[in-house]
Nanobody, 131 residues
Framework: HVQLQESVPGLGTGSQTLSLTCTVS????????????WGWFRQAPGRAREGVAC????????YTAELARGRFSVSDDKAKNNVYIQMNNQKPEDTAVYYC????????????????????WGQGTQVTVSS
C-alpha cells in the first residue's frame, strides 16, 4: 500500500517561485519511484481535476501540460522518494488544490496525464496565488 504526502506551501505571488514536494512511502518497504510514473494535478473550485505535469518511471521522460509549460517543471529525488514540482511566474489562475499521483503504468505523455491513468493520490495541498 503506497502513501503520497504533499507538502504544505502557503501563499504565493506572481513573482515567487513555489515548490511542492510529494513524499512517497509504502507500508511494506522497500518503496521506490522506479516502477511507476508520477504526476501532479490540480483542482480549482467548481472545476474538474486537471493534469499539470508528469514524470515517467526512471525519469526518462517528462511532460508538462500547456497550462503550465514554460513555467512549471517536474523532477524527482529517488534517494529521498520525493517528487517535486517547481512553479515559476505564478498567476492567480494557478490557485487550486494540488495533488500528486502515482500512475497505473510507467509512461508519461499527454496521453497518460489523465486522472484515469493514476491510481493513488495524496490528500492535496492548497496553493493560493495573489495578484
Amino acid at each position: 500500500h503506497v502513501q503520497l504526502q504533499e507538502s504544505v506551501p502557503g501563499l504565493g505571488t506572481g513573482s515567487q517561485t513555489l515548490s511542492l514536494t510529494c513524499t512517497v512511502s509504502c507500508a511494506v518497504p522497500p518503496c521506490t519511484l522506479d516502477d511507476y510514473s508520477w504526476g501532479w494535478f490540480r483542482q480549482a473550485p467548481g472545476r474538474a481535476r486537471e493534469g499539470v505535469a508528469c514524470l515517467s518511471s526512471g525519469s526518462t521522460s517528462k511532460y508538462t501540460a500547456e497550462l503550465a509549460r514554460g513555467r512549471f517543471s517536474v523532477s524527482d529525488d529517488k534517494a529521498k522518494n520525493n517528487v517535486y514540482i517547481q512553479m515559476n511566474n505564478q498567476k492567480p489562475e494557478d490557485t487550486a488544490v494540488y495533488y500528486c499521483g502515482r500512475g497505473r503504468n510507467c509512461w508519461c505523455s499527454s496521453t497518460y496525464l489523465e486522472v484515469s491513468e493514476f491510481g493513488a493520490w495524496g490528500q492535496g495541498t492548497q496553493v493560493t496565488v495573489s495578484s
